[in-house]
């Protein structure tokens, strides 16, 4: 027996439930339930948990209190007052590397980058602040979404996205997205990533939640592992690419009419800076999860932290839907150890329902993230909820469902890493139901870009989550995974094609930063926080 | 919480009273390790807190991911953040794409005596000694398959008296198999196709254009493929 005696009665109720359940199929929501769900629960209506920005390009703009307190910090440099060379251990004038494209950040977005930019002949760097391949990419496990079918077609895909993100998005960066994801599914197989197929070749294709065709394709529950570790090798099979790990970066660097011209990184091993000159910067930084808006547990890893947004913020560039996040409806509630980690969506896409407290039903398992995330918290507000030993309230995701569905054998073959994940602390997801609640998953917005990863910042480009415009106010799953390798390859392109046309001398200055200080001070924000933040501190204060 | 009890445990020698309900990795921080090496996704899924440890009164050596793993009473423990592993020199588009070619980069795999413990040290369950094995003998498919949850952590690598680079050579194999070898998927190429011909271009030209209530109607309306 692996869930403590005080959850027992609902467990029972929920096995009970569940021959019943089996031929049941909860209705989708009107449009007009799910307006009023999403305003009644989704936390990005929780106005109180919002600040309104003061200084920089999103002045006025509303965003997460603890990203507002980020955006406004200061300078993680010294202060320096005299000329630019005096800041102690850097030198503007004589950079540490050289390169044409300078990519911060070493996930998905940065790799795929990194490769374009190398194949068309630009010298590149990639610095990134833990290992290459430390990123929420990594973590994906449903899957990643391509109109690749022939009962499928990228206008189709076209309108699923523009629905799950409420009709908000950048149309030329969905446009983007849609077009370019079976020509991604081909590049990815052209460097040995390994999809769920069929023996006829054909891929096995799956629902996720909002769309209208089955278009999800998977790597088991490891599709961001599988599609990361093979864009890993890649880089590190092109020796021409200069890679620093353990070195984020923690200023931008800008000539006097505004350009980025390189960065400033900070080697954690050592705690020293370094500068870096190049002729075109892309930040591929990611989310910021680790923020924990709304004390929210969150399924990112260590370092999302909203470094770019911060450096890119600083610099001058505008930040676009930055007042919406995503909670991905089932994070793990049960047990402590794991709480907040993700149970992949793909669990409901194969057939598993969401069961309250009472042993029914309460949503259609595969609306779209934002309003499955809402009727959960309803559940949980309304007191149709479970509480754990530790007072951390869920619902049942019934995972033995699928097994029955599907056959015996399905949830080991299908969702290794969730089998994994639960059976090292003693619960068969076979057998046993999952205990789960929202959990903060992905930052819907970011710095705004054009189809070409452009920022309003010149030879500033960004690409991944730490973009804002192609998933509106929510993000559907699988357009993650092709986001960052669709954006961070036309980044690549885009970012070797600017430094072919950038001659000249490249001037490194920090006097953005300057300026930024003289705002803050103009605004009394002169405040002891500096940003980025770069890793988040668990220790316990005694 | 209600009633928590504390443990002691002891990293890298040095004792920590922990309350027992914590992981390994919560532990540390608990202790006031803010780490930058060895910590990594915390969820199981990219390797970065490979583990050793051991436990009064056994003399065997277990390994576990600090993330995934609850403290115990009395465990000695260090991390095992980073080890040295070469990784052959190759490009995958330079390959042929047979299952020798793993072979021919890591030669080494033919020194493997068949003890068996990679496989007993791998926190992820994978028969690694099964997928040498199948590449050794030429399987790439069975390589693949076998090696495909690894998340690379590298304990593997740290216990192998023959000194082999295993998950290197398993990330090869997977490669290799997903270029060459998997069966090709039709419908894939035949779209990749209709795209470079820009096909679709015009559709979603009209889309772009169409106004949010338009877009609304269509959304509400849209058909539904079903489910498997």
Same mark, same amino acid.
């Given at each position: ?29 009107? @449009? ?79 790799c ?19 290992r290459l391949g430390d990123?929420?990419t990594m973590m994906a496990q449903g899957g990643i ?23 908000? #998005? ?18 990815l197989e052209d460097l040995g990533a390994m999809f769920d197929k069929n023996p006829?070749g054909?891929m096995k ?12 394709h998977t790597a088991r529950d490891y599709t961001g592992a599988e599609i990361m570790r093979t864009l890993r090798d890649e880089v590190r099979s ?106 992949t969506?793909k ?61 015996a054998g399905t949830v080991k073959r299908e969702l290794p890493a969730m089998v994994r994940q639960f059976g090292r602390?003693?619960?068969d997801i076979a ?12 930052? #819907? ?10 920022? #309003? ?33 036309? @980044? ?51 | ?25 919560? @532990? ?12 990594g996704c915390?969820g199981g899924f990219c390797g970065a807190c490979a583990t050793v ?7 065997h050596l277990k390994f576990a991911l600090a993330c995934q793993t609850?403290?115990?009473? #009395?465990?000695?423990?260090?991390m095992v953040p980073f080890y040295p592993a070469n990784r052959s020199t190759y490009r995958l588009s330079d390959l042929k794409g047979e299952a020798k070619e793993v072979l021919d980069l890591y030669p080494e795999l033919l020194r493997c005596y068949g003890c068996n413990t990679c496989t007993k040290s791998c926190p992820q369950d994978i028969d690694v000694l099964g997928y040498v094995s199948a590449i050794v003998r030429g399987d790439l498919a069975a390589a693949a398959d076998i090696s495909f949850d690894c998340i690379m952590c590298g304990l593997c690598v740290s216990r192998c008296p023959a000194e082999l680079v295993k998950h290197n050579a398993a990330l090869l194999s997977r490669r290799i198999y997903g270029r060459n070898l998997a069966p090709k998927s ?43």
């Amino acid at each position: 027996m692996s869930y403590p005696a005080t959850m027992q009665d609902s467990l029972n109720l929920c096995v009970a439930t569940r021959e019943r359940r089996m031929t049941e199929t909860f209705p989708r929501a009107t @449009a007009d339930a799910k307006e009023t769900l999403l305003k009644g629960f989704h936390p990005d209506y929780r106005a109180e948990t919002f600040a309104a920005l003061h200084v920089g390009p999103n002045a006025g703009d509303r965003t997460p209190r603890e990203l507002a307190q980020l955006l406004e910090a200061d300078s993680a440099l010294p202060e320096f007052p005299g000329p630019r060379s005096s800041v102690p251990g850097l030198s503007l004038d004589k950079p540490d590397y050289d390169c044409d494209v300078l990519i911060i950040g070493g996930g998905g977005a940065g790799c795929s980058a990194a490769i374009m930019a190398d194949t068309a002949g630009a010298r590149v760097m990639i610095a990134t602040k833990l290992r290459l391949g430390d990123a929420n990419t990594m973590m994906a496990q449903g899957g990643i979404q391509a109109a690749d079918k022939d009962v499928d077609s990228p206008a189709i895909h076209y309108l699923d996205v523009m629905g799950g993100g409420h009709f908000a #998005n950048t149309p030329d960066l969905v446009e983007a997205l849609v077009a370019d994801a079976p020509e991604v599914i081909g590049w990815l197989e052209d460097l040995g990533a390994m999809f769920d197929k069929n023996p006829d070749g054909s891929m096995k294709t799956i629902h996720g939640g909002g769309t209208s065709r089955r278009r999800m394709h998977t790597a088991r529950d490891y599709t961001g592992a599988e599609i990361m570790r093979t864009l890993r090798d890649e880089v590190r099979s092109r020796s021409d690419i200069m890679l620093l790990e353990f070195s984020p970066a923690v200023e931008l660097l800008t000539d006097t009419k505004g350009a980025v011209t390189g960065a400033v990184l900070q080697n954690l091993n050592l705690n020293r800076y370094s500068v870096v000159r190049a002729k075109v910067v892309i930040i591929a930084t990611g989310g910021s999860g680790r923020l924990h808006y709304q004390g929210f547990p969150t399924s990112n890893h260590y370092g999302a932290t909203g470094d770019g947004l911060v450096l890119a913020y600083r610099a001058g560039a505008h930040l676009a839907f930055i007042d919406t996040m995503q909670y991905h409806p089932t994070g793990a509630a049960f047990p402590q150890q794991i709480l907040g980690l993700l149970v992949t969506e793909k669990v409901r896409s194969i057939g598993a329902q969401l069961v309250n407290s009472e042993g029914n039903q309460f949503i259609f398992p595969l609306e779209t993230r934002d309003v499955v995330a809402s009727a959960i918290i309803r559940e949980c507000q309304g007191g149709r909820c479970v509480t754990t030993p530790t007072a951390v309230q869920g619902v049942w995701l019934d995972t033995p469902m699928i097994e029955i569905r599907r056959g015996a054998g399905t949830v080991k073959r299908e969702l290794p890493a969730m089998v994994r994940q639960f059976g090292r602390h003693g619960i068969d997801i076979a057998k046993e139901p999952m205990l789960v609640y929202p959990t903060l998953h992905y930052q #819907n917005g970011g710095v705004e870009i054009t189809a070409d990863c452009a920022t #309003n910042v010149p030879d500033l480009l960004v690409a991944g989550e730490a973009s804002g415009g192609v998933h509106g106010r929510n993000r559907l799953m699988g357009n993650s995974l092709l986001d960052v390798v669709v954006f961070g390859r036309r @980044a690549g392109v885009a970012a070797a094609k600017l430094a072919k046309e950038r001659t000249g001398d490249l001037e490194l200055g920090l006097s953005h930063v300057e300026r930024w200080r003289k705002e803050l001070a103009a605004k009394g924000l002169g405040s002891d926080i500096k940003s980025p933040l770069l890793l988040p501190d668990y220790t316990r204060k005694s | 919480m209600a009633d928590t009890h504390l443990v002691d445990i002891y990293i890298t020698g040095e004792r920590h009273r922990v309350p027992d309900s914590l992981t390994i990795l919560q @532990a540390y921080e608990y202790a006031g390790y803010k780490l930058v090496r060895g910590v990594g996704c915390r969820g199981g899924f990219c390797g970065a807190c490979a583990t050793v440890y051991r436990l009064p009164g056994d003399y065997h050596l277990k390994f576990a991911l600090a993330c995934q793993t609850k403290v115990e009473p #009395n465990m000695q423990l260090a991390m095992v953040p980073f080890y040295p592993a070469n990784r052959s020199t190759y490009r995958l588009s330079d390959l042929k794409g047979e299952a020798k070619e793993v072979l021919d980069l890591y030669p080494e795999l033919l020194r493997c005596y068949g003890c068996n413990t990679c496989t007993k040290s791998c926190p992820q369950d994978i028969d690694v000694l099964g997928y040498v094995s199948a590449i050794v003998r030429g399987d790439l498919a069975a390589a693949a398959d076998i090696s495909f949850d690894c998340i690379m952590c590298g304990l593997c690598v740290s216990r192998c008296p023959a000194e082999l680079v295993k998950h290197n050579a398993a990330l090869l194999s997977r490669r290799i198999y997903g270029r060459n070898l998997a069966p090709k998927s039709e419908h894939l190429a035949r779209r990749r196709e209709e795209i470079k011909a820009g096909k679709f271009k015009a559709e979603l030209a009209a889309a772009k254009k169409q106004s949010k209530d338009e877009l609304k109607k269509r959304y509400a309306e849209r058909d539904i493929e079903p489910g498997e």
